[in-house]
């Protein structure tokens, strides 16, 4: 019996694991019937199961492609809100006013006036300078590297001949006078030691020496040495009972000339003895009074300007006339040209009229553009401008070519900053800055920056009342200095600190 027994228990173990065998066959048939393994499950399997290897590889393959990215950009810990706010530049400040396009940019942002700055610094320079322009670089092959290098140094001279082109070109011009702001400071007035009892109808510079001289209402015409701090006077002519209309030096600077309001007679005064010689009358002229005259550069003659037009030319040797012009209207204003062959004067009426000195043949006569009433003219030394002063306070910019060679000229320029009449004008040395002015007006006084035919935006810049009304201006021989003659007696003295000589 017990053998029987032993003989069971080894079949029943062999049922099992046959059992056990058929399950594995069914399972595997049934993979295979599904279509084999699944990505999904196959990864799932080498995630639980193992498959170092495989998953070694793979870290290492992706550590050498993140080797050639970027790293990541840390952010901030903490961003003040305000950072993102651009903050507002005032621009109707004096210094940035001119970088305004148009009124309604009164606020600007930084970057914005970045970019305005960098816009007119291209604008000055004719554009983005090849030393400012960034060029990307490509990359060359090592054969062709001697090209690259001989094209390279060809650019190089042509930008380096390019660069003293243009440099030349700015040096040339450095000393021009820029617009928009002009470097002005107000000195001590010229004549603080002896002011003007009365307002004053007459200021100007010696044309040769460190000399103003002022004359007025009050019967007086004085000297005063200009140094711009202290001015000392030097000397104070008396004429009695004798209000002074007009002063002037001669060409020469050796005389002083004198009219006044009331009658024909006139004074010269000799600097060089320290006389005063009345002249009582001028032969050949037949006028009840003489107050305004010209004194021509070439010193030879004086322009009297009568009533009814006229216009007498005296010899300044032998103080006769010798020739007589008549106009159509009222005599207001005339001027000799630089080289004193032609006499323009304007009249009353807004007529212009261009006389021959040698022959007093009108050369030419036109009407002064939109003008009603004619108040004042002046000529530029360089023989370039023509400007001319209206009651409606419009100065027009003549070219004077254009003034003698075409039938009906159009100014360059209508200056309209004036809104009383235009009663003084002058042109400077250079001709880069015409003055004008009005005595009808306080603060009416401006200066215009020639070519550009603009007015400098900080004269004047005072708070309060400082030129009062304009009587008479004037600039140095060298525009260095700037002077302007007012109802109070008093004769402003600005330093233009652009000129280094007097």
């Known amino acids: 019996m017990e053998r029987i027994k032993t003989a069971k228990r080894p079949q029943s173990e062999d049922a099992g694991a046959a059992e056990e065998r058929l399950k594995q066959k069914k399972h595997s048939a049934l993979c295979a019937t599904l279509g084999g393994e699944d990505a999904s499950v196959r990864l799932l399997e080498e995630l639980v199961f193992g498959a170092e290897e495989r998953l070694s590889e793979r870290l290492a393959v992706g550590s050498e492609d993140s080797g050639s990215e970027r790293p990541a950009v840390r952010s901030a810990v903490w961003e003040d809100e305000d950072d993102e706010l651009d903050e507002e530049v005032d621009m109707t400040h004096r210094f940035r006013r001119d970088f305004k396009k148009s009124e309604a940019e009164n606020k600007m942002t930084k970057p914005r006036l970045q970019q305005r700055l960098k816009e007119q610094f291209q604008k000055a ?103 711009g701090k202290s001015n000392p006077k030097i000397q104070t002519i008396h004429l009695e009972n004798y209000p002074v209309n007009k002063a002037s030096f001669s060409a020469d600077g050796e005389h002083i000339v004198a009219t006044g309001m009331r009658n024909k007679l006139f004074y010269i005064y000799d600097m060089m003895e320290g006389k005063v010689i009345p002249v009582l009358s001028v032969r050949g002229l037949n ?44 005599v207001c204003a005339a001027a000799f040209t630089s080289d004193s062959s032609k006499i323009f004067a304007n009249s009353q009426e807004g007529e212009v009229f261009i006389w ?134 008093h004769a402003l003295l600005f330093r233009l600190l652009h000129y280094t000589d007097f």
């Open 356 to 489: 021959d000195v040698q022959s007093s043949k009108c050369l030419k006569k036109f009407a002064d553009d939109g003008c009603i009433r004619g108040t004042s003219l002046a000529l530029s030394r360089d023989g370039l401008y023509l400007a001319c002063g209206s009651q409606s306070g419009v100065v027009n910019i003549y070219s004077q070519k254009d003034c003698l060679h075409t039938l009906e000229p159009r100014p360059l320029k209508a200056v309209m900053n004036l809104v009383t009449a235009a009663t003084s004008l002058c042109f400077n040395s250079t001709s880069e800055i015409l003055a004008i002015g009005s005595r009808a007006d306080d603060e009416a006084n401006r200066l215009v920056h020639l070519p550009s035919f603009t007015v400098f935006s900080n004269f004047p810049q005072f708070q309060k009342k400082t030129i009062f009304r304009t009587r008479c201006l004037d600039f140095s021989p060298q525009s260095g200095f700037y002077t302007v003659a007012n109802n109070k007696g």
């Open 287 to 330: 006028e009840q009074r003489v107050s305004d005259f010209q004194v021509s550069p070439d010193g030879k003659y004086l322009l009297l300007s009568g009533s009814s037009g006229y216009l007498h030319l005296m010899t300044t040797k032998t103080r006769e006339v010798i020739r007589s012009m008549k106009m159509n209207g009222s």
């Open 125 to 227: 320079m004719g554009g983005t300078p090849s030393w400012a322009q960034v060029t990307a670089k490509r990359s060359q092959k090592k054969g062709d590297y001697w090209i690259t290098d001989l094209l390279r140094d060809t650019e190089d001279e042509d930008e380096s001949e390019e660069l003293l082109r243009r440099t030349g070109n700015f040096i040339g011009s450095s000393d021009s006078l820029p617009k928009g702001v002009i470097k002005i400071k107000k000195c001590l007035n010229a004549n603080s030691e002896c002011p003007g009892g009365d307002q004053l109808s007459s200021v100007q510079f010696h044309p040769s020496a460190q000399i103003v001289m002022t004359a007025g209402l009050d019967h007086s015409v004085s000297l005063f040495q200009v140094d």
